[in-house]
């Protein structure tokens, strides 16, 4: 009577975690509605440094860059799978040299309304949209935008997983964008994981500290304001435009799980590729060499 | 709406009486498996799904199948089955054991494989890492007692350990077992499994004549067990772990088996079957229900679609278990 195996204990897709204050965590969630039980959370910001965009013989350069995130979604679990929901805050703010055709803001605010199901016991299915607005200094109606993703997840054993998706953007340079990755734990305490947005090789070097060399792959697109190319540079064509802003971060982190509900980030490298495209008018900034930039991330799941 | 005492009785009693006389009725009434249909189930292959949603380190798994032959023919199978045969199950060491264990019956520990699981647990137990799963008192003998290189250094204490948990089992349950604090918070195999049942209510009172004369998840009952050891690998890491069997046959064919002890990787394990004689195509068939449940560290902070990675994989898992047990055991 012993016909089992016992893989799924370790898996999770990959994800190992301390329960040092599960206790105190019961007692706190005996007294919440059970929907509100199960969620994610991330606070995010990077800084990148000494920047420099160029398009032609326009240079803008020496500026810096702070991206901000803010991320709160449930996951309460259904029959249907687990919904997401949830809202998210980004925003990019750079300190551009007056006279710059560039925004020196750009960020987002939108809701999370997604759901993780299973399709069998082999694929995972995730649909999510983020309709929001995605603008500059001051969000309006008009800066409105739905992106959405869907992709699967193909669980060949517990040790290599494929990832198939397409991100969709009507407001961005590329629409659509299809994506697919492989997670592939190939040693004891080695994973490729080769997964869009965030391909990394990650070396667990204890039970609560991963080492990774890995990348952050953005694409965004944002509406500047009704008056824009008026006050940067111009450029009338710039106004009410739609700018797609793309950037690559390559670099070395670690991650630290403090406890059940919190993990530490830490990341540090350089930025080798960034556009500023208004791209239904062909201005375009692109990266002039690459800029260092440190990130730092408290995130965690309860 | 209110509804008279009398007509309460009369539909507790109508229903009662389908779940005694259709076997689909009452996997429905404790189960997941709202709807099957025998004469499909004879044709297809295991179906698995997710048990109900369970909070914190507890996973959940329910199986469905039928095969041919009576129930009694599934049990003498059941008991028989060795899953060492099949490197994929990755179960390396699989013994029986007498009704009072003693540190030679787990000699073949040192005849373990030489491989990367195992030199692993010699690794783990030489270093007594945090991650071994045992009490205090039981850390004193590794210190003392590592003579050799690799599964031989240390194959002797671990004899001892298994042998006095085997021991403990066998006269007080997992009420008996001594918790798993060698490293800090105690974690007991008797509570873990009261829980992982807490929140099987259905489940729980569905078995609850056969667990109330076992030892799991509370002191010896009436029924023996059928006890067994076994070395594994769970996550590239090996685990020696001790098992007990328990069945009732005569009109209700249930049957328990309990992992109540593991060196790591989980903390208890429970399996349950239930199985009923059916007919289809004028042969006789057995349907057979399996539910699996979990308790395990690395769970209790996965959540969203970590979780139903994890219930994917468990899924798969017993799938592949129960497909390589019906095929040695001619059912499929």
């Keep these: ?302 | 709406m209110k509804i008279r005492p009398s007509l309460l009785l009369v539909l507790l009693l109508a229903r009662s009486t389908i779940a005694a006389g259709d076997p689909a009725a009452e996997l429905a009434s404790f189960s997941v498996f709202d709807k099957i249909d025998i004469n499909e189930l004879v044709k297809s292959d295991v179906e698995t799904i997710h048990g109900p949603p369970m909070a914190g380190r507890f996973l959940s798994v329910q199986s469905c199948y039928v095969v041919p032959g009576s129930p009694e023919k599934q049990m003498a199978a059941l008991k028989n089955w060795d899953p060492t045969k099949h490197r994929e199950l990755k179960v390396f060491l699989h013994f029986d054991l007498p009704p009072s264990p003693t540190p030679e019956n787990f000699s073949k520990l040192k005849n373990a494989p030489d491989n990367g699981s195992v030199r692993a647990f010699v690794s783990a137990t030489q270093k007594l890492s945090n991650e071994l799963q045992i009490s205090k008192e039981e850390a004193k003998k590794f210190s003392t007692s590592q003579n050799g290189d690799g599964i031989a250094a240390v194959a002797a204490p671990w004899a001892q350990v298994l042998s006095a948990r085997a021991k403990s089992f066998v006269s007080g349950g997992t009420a008996a077992l001594a918790p798993y604090d060698h490293s800090g918070e105690a974690i007991r195999a008797n509570e873990e499994l009261q829980s992982l049942l807490k929140q099987q209510d259905k489940i729980r009172k569905q078995f609850s004549g056969l667990l109330s004369e076992s030892g799991i998840g509370r002191s010896a009952g009436s029924l023996k067990p059928e006890l067994y050891w076994e070395l594994l690998d769970v996550d590239d890491h090996g685990v020696v772990t001790l098992g007990a069997s328990y069945n009732r046959a005569g009109g209700n064919y249930q049957a328990a088996d309990v992992l109540y002890y593991a060196s790591g990787g989980y903390y208890v394990a429970l399996t349950l079957y239930q199985m009923w004689p059916v007919t289809a195509d004028g042969k006789a068939f057995t349907l057979v229900w399996r539910g699996d449940m979990i308790s395990a560290a690395s769970l209790e902070d996965l959540h969203g679609v970590e979780r139903l990675g994890s219930e994917s994989v468990m899924m798969k898992d017993i799938s592949k278990a129960v497909t390589l047990f019906r095929r040695d055991t001619g059912g499929r």
Aim: glycine share 10%; aromatic share 14%; proline share 5%.
């Design chain 1, 1 to 302: 009577m012993h016909c089992r195996s016992f893989n799924w204990v370790a898996v999770g897709l990959g994800f190992y975690l301390l329960n040092t204050i599960a206790p105190a965590q019961d007692a706190i969630t005996e007294h919440i509605p059970s929907w509100l039980r199960s969620g994610e959370y991330l606070a995010e910001d990077t800084y990148v440094a000494d920047a420099n965009v160029r398009r032609g013989d326009q240079v803008v350069r020496d500026f810096t860059e702070s991206d901000s995130i803010l991320r709160f979604v449930l996951t309460p679990r259904t029959r249907l799978g687990v919904l997401r929901l949830g809202a998210e805050w980004e925003r990019f703010t750079f300190d551009f040299p007056n006279g710059a055709q560039l925004p020196d803001t750009l960020q987002s605010a939108s809701l999370v309304i997604g759901l993780d199901t299973q399709f069998s016991d082999s694929i995972l299915l995730r649909l999510e949209a983020q309709p929001g607005f995605y603008g500059t200094n001051d969000l309006g109606y008009n800066d409105f935008n739905m992106p959405f993703i869907i992709g699967g997840t193909y669980i060949y054993n517990p040790n290599v997983q494929i990832v198939l998706g397409v991100g969709v953007d009507i407001e961005r340079k590329y629409p659509v964008i299809p994506g697919a990755g492989i997670r592939w734990k190939f040693a004891r305490y080695w994973v490729l994981n080769a997964v869009l947005p965030t391909p990394r090789l990650e070396f667990e070097a204890a039970k609560n500290v991963t080492l990774y060399l890995g990348a952050n792959i953005k694409e965004t697109g944002f509406r500047v304001g009704n008056h824009f190319g008026d006050t940067h540079g111009m450029d009338d064509r710039l106004n009410h435009a739609l700018l797609t802003y793309s950037e690559v971060r390559t670099g070395l982190g670690v991650v630290w799980k403090i406890s059940s509900i919190l993990t530490l980030n830490a990341e540090a490298g350089y930025e080798p590729y960034r556009t500023f495209d208004f791209y239904r008018v062909d201005v375009r900034y692109r990266e002039d060499g690459s800029a260092p930039y440190g990130m730092l991330s408290l995130h965690g799941a309860f």
